[in-house]
């Protein structure tokens, strides 16, 4: 049997070749497997293909919400630790004799002591004093001990620690100290 069509085949005789070729197993196999093949591209895997992709990008965007979410609710319960220990009000007239008086409960004399200005920390203002303190090493680690445990967010940002000409015993420390207000 002849495969080869030319242009001078009536209609008649395409349809029987065609007949001939559909009555051959093997020919007949090979055209069914195909048609299945392509419908099966067609009409399962092309819509199941964009239904994934569209559910993937889905759960990826869900993803991202839920470890947003996540990441908040671990930011509540840690603002929550210490949410207390924000004073309400902004007033640097009040925080700095609150540092001031809690410095001079230990035996050291401050020397010398200067206020910054306000920094804002996202919803928070922060004040940084500056200050120079002599005393002995045990005044000194007392005071400093008081400044981080203090019952206020406070956090000792710079220290610098230099034996006193002259003097035995004592020393010259220059300290940042840096309070979150309300």
């Not at 609710?73 to 004073?87: G, H, S």
């Not at 005044?139 to 006193?164: F, H």
């Amino acid at each position: 049997m002849n495969a080869h069509v030319d242009s001078s085949d009536s209609p008649v005789e395409l349809k029987t070749k065609l007949l001939e070729h559909l009555y051959n197993p093997n020919k007949l196999r090979a055209i069914v497997t195909g048609l299945m093949l392509a419908i099966s591209y067609v009409g399962v895997y092309m819509p199941l293909s964009g239904a994934m992709d569209t559910t993937s990008r889905k759960m990826a965007k869900d993803q991202k919400r839920l470890e947003l979410g996540c990441e908040v609710e671990q930011l509540r319960v840690q603002f929550n630790r210490f949410k207390n220990r924000i004073p309400k009000q902004r007033d640097a007239n009040e925080w700095v004799p609150y540092i001031l008086d809690g410095v001079r409960q230990f035996p050291v004399d401050v020397l010398f002591w200067n206020q910054d200005d306000f920094r804002d920390v996202g919803p928070y203002k922060v004040i940084a004093l500056r200050m120079k303190l002599e005393g002995t090493f045990g005044g000194m680690d007392s005071m400093l001990d008081w400044l981080e445990t203090n019952d206020r967010l406070i956090r000792v940002d710079a220290v610098k620690l230099s034996p006193q000409r002259g003097t035995s015993g004592k020393l010259v420390m220059d300290v940042t100290i840096l309070g979150v207000m309300g």
